[in-house]
C-alpha cells in the first residue's frame, strides 16, 4: 500500500520535474534530455505502480476537504490500473522516440515549451484515469484537453494546423459539456461528486436518469474516442500535430474516452443491468460499426500517412465499441461468461490498438523526420534508405491489419468469436440485430489489411517517387529504440495471447486464468463440444517447422541455383521509371469506385490552351481526382453557417448606443420581476 | 488426448493436402484442355512443373527488396500449415486443438499481404494493377467469407473444424435450409479467392485481364515453384472446406483401415468432381468486366444473409 503510493508520488514528481526543467533548460543542447528522460522514468514508475496495483489490491487514497466539502480522491481498481498501463506503456516508448525526434524542431522551434506541455500532457491523463471525484476528473481533463491543444498546434506557422487545433477545441469542449451535463444529472440523484457514491446508489436512480447520463457520457466520451459524426477532429489534429504527440493521441487520448465510456457503464450498475439497457449495447455496437467501416473507407483512400492513420484510430475504436457493446449487451440479458468475453476481446484491442497504432505514427513520424513530407504519393523505396523503420512499420501494418501470429489478430479473433456467441441471445430479433453488425466488422477488417499494404507498399516499396529520397538516411537510434519497444509488445501479445488475457481476467476479475502459455483459449459450446480452439505457440511452432521443413525440401530437391540481378520486366519497352509506377490514388481506384456512394469521387479538369480559346492546341492539362468529405459537407458545413447566420442577425442588436443598451436592461428587469411575480402566484 | 495414431493421421492429413494440390490443378488443366478440344498434358503436369522450376536458376528486379524475396516462403508456410487445421479424411484433426476456421482465413490473408506488398515490391505497373485489383477483391470476399463461417458454425456448434465436420458426418442429408444459401456464396468466394473465372484468368498473361498472375508476374525459378505450389494447396484447401462441409459423404469417424481407405477414395472423388466442374464453368464463360465483379460478391453476401435470417427463424 504504502510502497504503491511512492511509486505514484515518484511518477508524479518526475512528470511535474520533467516539465519544469523543460521550461528553465531555455532551449539548451540538453532541452531534449532534460525533458523526456524523466518523462521515461516517471512512466516505468507508472507501469510499476499499474502492475502491482492489478495483482494487488485496489488502491484508494483521500486528501480530505482540498476544497470546501470536496475531497481529492484518488482510487485505483483495476480497470483504471490497467488503462494506467495502457498510457504508461505507450509514454514510455514515445518519451524515448523524442529525445530523437524532436532534434528537428530544435533549430525553428522552443523546444523547452514542447516537453512542458508534454509532460503535463501524459501527467493529467494519469490523473483523469486515477481520479475518483467528478469534480477533479472534469479538472483533469480539461488539462488533458487543453495542454493536447497546445501540443496540436506547436507548430503553429501554418495556418492549417491552427484550424485544425481550433476544430479541435470546439469539439472536445462541446464533448466536455455532455460529460459535465452527465456528471450533473448524478449529483442532482445524489448530492455528490464522489464516482463511489454514484456506484453505491446508482441502482435506486429513476430509469430515464440512468439512460440520460449514459447518453450524454456516451456523447462526451464519444467525441473523445472519435466516434462517427464526432470524429471530425480527430483526422485534422492528428495531422497537424508532431508525429509523437500524434502517437500519444491515437494511442492513449482517445482511450481515455473509452475509459470513461467503461467507468460510466460499471457505476451505473456494472454487471447487473436488466434487459430495459439492452438498447446501450446496441447504441454502441450500432455507432462502433458504423464508425469502424466509414473510418477504414476514408483511410484505404488517403494519400497522406498521418490523415490514413488517423482515420484508421476511427475504424479501431468502433472495432473496441462493437466489443464493449456486445459485452453490455449480454451484461444485460444476464450472460456474464459471454459478457465477459466480448468484455476481454473489447479491452484486448483497446491495449492492442494503443500499442500498434503508437508504432505506426512513430513510423510515419521517422517518415516524416526523413524526408520532410507525408504524401505518399512523394515516397517510396524507403526500405532501402531506412530498413530499421521499414521492419518496424511492417510489423505494425501486420499487427494492425489483423494478421496471424500478431497482436491484432488475437483481439479481432475474440471479437469474432463474441459476435458468433450471439446466437446464445434468447431474443430473436436482437439475435439478427447484433449477427448483423459481423457483415461492417469483416468488411472492416478486408479493407483494413488493403489500406496497410497501400500504406506500406507505396511508402516504403518499390521505386523513389521523387528525387529527394535519394539523400535519406536511417534515423536516430533513440527512435528507433522507442519504435522496437512497442512492436516487441505487438509480437509478444501475438504469441502469447494468455498474457494479455490473465491481465485482463485479473484486471477486471473475470474469467478463472490459461494455466500455462500454451493453453488454448477453448470455448465451448451448448453440447460442451469445443466452439473454438486457438493456441498461438502452437501455430507459430507449426510456422517454423513448416518454414524449416519446405527450406531443406527446396534445398535438397533444387540444390545450387544462381540467382541473377536484372531491371523488371518492361514489356521489351525499356526504361521504366517512377512515373509508371502505381500510385497510392490510383491503388486505391477499385475500392474508391465500389464506394463512389460514399467518397462521390470526381476529376477535376483544368485545361490551358495555345492563344486563348482554340480548343484544339492543349498547353497545359491538369487533372486532379477528387472526393468529398460528406460529414464536413452534409453535417456540420449547415451547422456553422446556420450559426453565423443567427450570429449575423444578434450583431444588429449591438447597437453599440448606450440608450439602446439602457432599453434592454430595463426590458430584462421588467421580465424578471414579472416571472418572479408570477411564479410566487403559482 | 490423443493418440499417436490420431496424431500421425492428422499429419498425414496435411501432407496429403500439400501432396495431392498439384494434382487437382492437373485435373483441371486437363478438363480445360478436353472442353476446348485440345489434348492437353497429363494431370501429373502441374508436378514436373514444380521439380522443374525449383531447379531452375532465378531472376530477381533489381528494384526489389527483401519482402520480395520472402513472399514465397511466407505464403507456402502460411497456406501449408492451414492445411495441418483441415479434416481431410477422418472427421477430426488433432491440430484442431491449436486452431479453428478463423484461423485458417487469418493464414489465407497472411498470404494474400505479402503478395499484394511483393507486386509493389518490383515497382512495374503490372504488380501495382494485379494489388490494387486484389485490394477490391479481398476486401469484399471477407465479408461474404465471414457470414458463411457465421452459418456454418452456428448450424454446426463451433468455428473448431473438427467440430464442425464432426457435427455434418453425423447430420441427415443437408437438414438446415441454410446450408442452401451458404453453400451458393461458398462456391462464389471459392472462385474469387483462389481466382478462377469469371473473376480472374489463371491461365492468362493479358494486363487487362490478370490480377494474380500480375503480383507474381516477376517471379521465376524457385519462388515461382513455391508461388504456384502454394496456390494450388490454397485451391485444394477450400476445396476439401466444401466437400468436407456440405457434402461429407463417405468421411471416417472412426480409425480402421477400411473407413479411412473409403474417407479417402471417396473424397479424391468428390474433390476431382468439383474441380472438374469449376474447370468446365471456367471454359463455358468469360471473364467479367472488373467493375461487375462486385455483383457477384454481392451475390454471395444476399445469399448468405438470407441464410443466416432462415437460421434464426
Not at chain 1, 515518484?10 to 539548451?28: D, K, Y
Not at chain 1, 494506467?84 to 514510455?92: A, E, G, H
Not at chain 2, 464432426?166 to 438446415?176: M, R
Request: proline share 4%.
Amino acid at each position: 500500500m504504502i510502497e504503491n503510493l511512492s511509486l505514484l508520488q515518484i511518477a508524479i514528481v518526475l512528470f511535474v520535474t520533467g516539465s519544469l526543467l523543460g521550461l528553465f533548460s531555455r532551449n539548451s543542447k540538453f532541452t531534449r534530455m532534460l525533458t523526456f528522460v524523466p518523462t521515461m522514468i516517471a512512466s516505468f514508475f507508472t507501469v510499476l505502480f499499474s502492475v502491482i496495483t492489478i495483482t494487488g489490491k485496489p488502491f484508494h487514497f483521500i486528501i480530505p476537504n482540498v476544497l470546501p466539502f470536496i475531497n481529492f480522491e484518488i482510487f485505483a481498481d483495476g480497470i483504471a490500473a490497467f488503462f494506467l498501463l495502457v498510457i504508461s506503456i505507450v509514454s514510455f516508448a514515445v518519451s524515448l522516440y523524442s529525445i530523437g525526434y524532436m532534434k528537428e524542431y530544435e533549430t525553428t522551434k522552443r523546444t523547452s515549451v514542447f516537453g512542458f506541455l508534454f509532460n503535463i500532457f501524459i501527467l493529467s491523463m494519469i490523473l483523469v484515469v486515477i481520479s475518483n471525484n467528478s469534480f477533479f476528473f472534469l479538472i483533469f481533463w480539461e488539462l488533458m484537453s487543453l495542454t493536447s491543444f497546445f501540443l496540436v498546434i506547436y507548430d503553429h506557422d501554418r495556418e492549417e494546423n491552427v484550424k485544425s487545433g481550433m476544430t479541435y477545441l470546439i469539439m472536445t469542449q462541446f464533448g466536455t459539456a455532455f460529460i459535465l451535463a452527465s456528471f450533473l444529472l448524478g449529483y442532482i440523484q445524489t448530492g455528490s461528486f464522489s464516482f463511489d457514491v454514484f456506484h453505491n446508489s446508482s441502482s435506486s436512480f429513476p430509469f430515464l436518469t440512468k439512460n440520460l447520463i449514459f447518453l450524454f457520457a456516451f456523447i462526451g466520451f464519444g467525441t473523445k474516442a472519435g466516434i462517427i459524426p464526432l470524429h471530425i477532429w480527430l483526422p485534422k489534429a492528428h495531422t497537424s500535430a508532431p508525429s509523437n504527440v500524434s502517437a500519444l493521441m491515437s494511442a492513449v487520448m482517445i482511450k481515455i474516452g473509452i475509459y470513461g465510456m467503461v467507468r460510466t457503464i460499471f457505476d451505473l450498475g456494472g454487471f447487473g443491468l436488466s434487459p430495459d439497457y439492452s438498447w446501450w449495447g446496441l447504441l454502441m455496437i450500432v455507432v462502433g460499426s458504423v464508425s469502424a467501416i466509414i473510418g477504414v473507407l476514408y483511410a484505404v483512400i488517403e494519400h497522406d500517412m498521418k490523415r490514413a492513420l488517423a482515420f484508421s484510430s476511427i475504424e479501431n475504436i468502433g472495432i473496441i465499441l462493437i466489443g464493449l457493446g456486445l459485452s453490455v449487451v449480454f451484461a444485460s440479458l444476464n450472460l456474464t461468461i459471454l459478457s465477459a468475453l466480448a468484455l476481454v476481446a473489447s479491452m484486448y484491442h483497446t491495449i492492442n490498438h494503443a500499442v500498434f497504432k503508437g508504432l505506426l505514427f512513430m513510423g510515419a513520424g521517422s517518415v516524416v523526420y526523413a524526408t520532410h513530407t507525408r504524401n505518399m504519393e512523394h515516397l517510396g523505396g524507403l526500405i532501402k534508405k531506412m530498413p530499421w523503420t521499414a521492419l518496424l512499420f511492417l510489423i505494425g501494418a501486420i499487427s494492425i491489419s489483423g494478421l496471424p501470429p500478431f497482436n491484432g489478430f488475437i483481439s479481432e479473433w475474440l471479437t469474432m468469436q463474441a459476435l458468433l456467441s450471439s446466437y446464445q441471445i434468447p431474443s430473436t430479433i436482437l439475435q439478427i440485430s447484433v449477427a448483423f453488425a459481423s457483415i461492417p466488422f469483416a468488411l472492416t477488417i478486408g479493407i483494413a489489411a488493403a489500406t496497410f499494404v497501400k500504406l506500406f507498399g507505396i511508402s516504403f516499396l518499390s521505386r523513389p517517387r521523387s528525387e529527394h529520397i535519394a539523400k535519406i538516411k536511417e534515423v536516430p537510434r533513440s527512435m528507433i529504440a522507442g519504435m522496437s519497444i512497442l512492436a516487441a509488445i505487438c509480437i509478444l501479445f501475438g504469441v502469447l495471447p494468455f498474457l494479455g488475457i490473465s491481465l485482463l481476467d485479473t484486471a477486471f476479475h473475470l474469467l478463472p486464468h490459461p494455466a500455462s502459455p500454451f493453453d488454448a483459449i477453448t470455448l465451448q459450446n451448448n453440447s460442451a463440444k469445443s466452439f473454438a480452439n486457438l493456441s498461438m505457440p502452437v501455430v507459430v511452432i507449426m510456422l517454423s517447422s513448416m518454414a524449416a521443413a519446405i527450406f531443406g525440401f527446396i534445398k535438397v530437391i533444387g540444390g545450387k541455383t544462381r540467382k541473377t540481378t536484372f531491371s523488371t520486366w518492361d514489356c521489351g519497352f525499356g526504361s521504366l521509371d517512377q512515373r509508371m509506377e502505381y500510385t497510392a490514388t490510383s491503388l486505391s481506384q477499385p475500392i474508391r469506385t465500389v464506394f463512389k456512394t460514399l467518397f462521390r469521387p470526381h476529376n477535376k479538369i483544368q485545361k490551358e490552351f495555345f492563344g486563348g480559346t482554340d480548343s484544339y492546341l492543349l498547353k497545359t492539362l491538369k487533372v486532379e481526382s477528387v472526393t468529398k468529405n460528406i460529414f464536413e459537407e452534409n453535417l456540420y458545413l449547415p451547422i456553422i453557417s446556420s450559426c453565423i447566420y443567427i450570429f449575423d442577425k444578434i450583431r444588429k442588436l449591438q447597437t453599440g448606443k448606450i440608450n439602446a443598451y439602457l432599453l434592454y436592461i430595463m426590458i430584462t428587469v421588467v421580465l424578471l420581476l414579472l416571472f418572479v411575480r408570477l411564479s410566487h402566484n403559482v | 488426448m490423443y493418440s499417436i495414431a490420431e496424431i500421425l493421421i492428422g499429419v498425414i492429413q496435411g501432407l496429403a493436402i500439400i501432396l495431392l494440390s498439384p494434382l487437382i490443378t492437373g485435373i483441371m488443366q486437363k478438363t480445360k484442355a478436353r472442353t476446348q478440344k485440345r489434348i492437353g498434358a497429363t494431370i501429373l503436369q502441374p508436378y514436373y512443373d514444380i521439380i522443374k522450376l525449383i531447379k531452375k536458376d532465378e531472376v530477381v528486379s533489381d528494384q526489389s527488396s527483401w519482402i520480395f524475396k520472402v513472399c514465397p516462403w511466407i505464403n507456402f508456410v502460411a497456406l501449408a500449415t492451414a492445411a495441418f487445421f483441415i479434416p481431410l479424411f477422418l472427421t477430426y484433426s488433432p491440430f484442431g486443438l491449436a486452431g479453428d476456421l478463423l484461423l485458417v482465413v487469418g493464414l489465407f490473408a497472411l498470404a494474400r499481404f505479402f503478395t499484394m506488398l511483393a507486386g509493389l515490391d518490383v515497382a512495374s505497373s503490372f504488380g501495382g494493377l494485379g494489388s490494387s485489383r486484389e485490394m477490391m477483391f479481398s476486401a469484399l470476399l471477407e465479408p461474404a467469407l465471414f457470414l458463411t463461417i457465421f452459418i456454418v458454425a452456428l448450424t454446426y456448434g463451433g468455428t473448431n473444424l473438427s467440430t464442425i465436420v464432426a457435427a455434418v458426418a453425423g447430420a441427415t442429408l443437408l437438414p438446415h435450409p441454410q446450408l442452401i444459401f451458404a453453400a451458393i456464396a461458398m462456391f462464389i468466394i471459392v472462385l474469387g479467392e483462389t481466382g478462377r473465372l469469371p473473376f480472374d484468368n489463371p491461365a492468362t498473361h493479358l494486363e487487362l485481364t490478370m490480377v494474380h498472375e500480375a503480383m507474381v508476374l516477376e517471379y521465376s525459378g524457385k519462388s515461382l515453384a513455391l508461388i504456384e505450389w502454394s496456390q494450388a494447396i490454397k485451391l485444394m484447401i477450400l476445396l476439401a472446406l466444401v466437400v468436407n462441409i456440405f457434402a461429407p459423404w463417405g468421411i471416417s469417424s472412426s480409425i480402421t483401415v477400411a473407413t479411412l481407405g473409403i474417407g479417402f477414395i471417396s473424397l479424391v472423388a468428390k474433390i476431382s468432381l468439383l474441380a472438374v466442374i469449376i474447370a468446365y464453368l471456367e471454359s463455358t464463360i468469360a471473364k467479367w468486366r472488373l467493375f461487375r465483379i462486385p455483383d457477384l460478391i454481392t451475390i454471395a453476401i444476399a445469399s448468405s444473409m438470407i441464410g443466416m435470417v432462415l437460421y434464426y427463424l
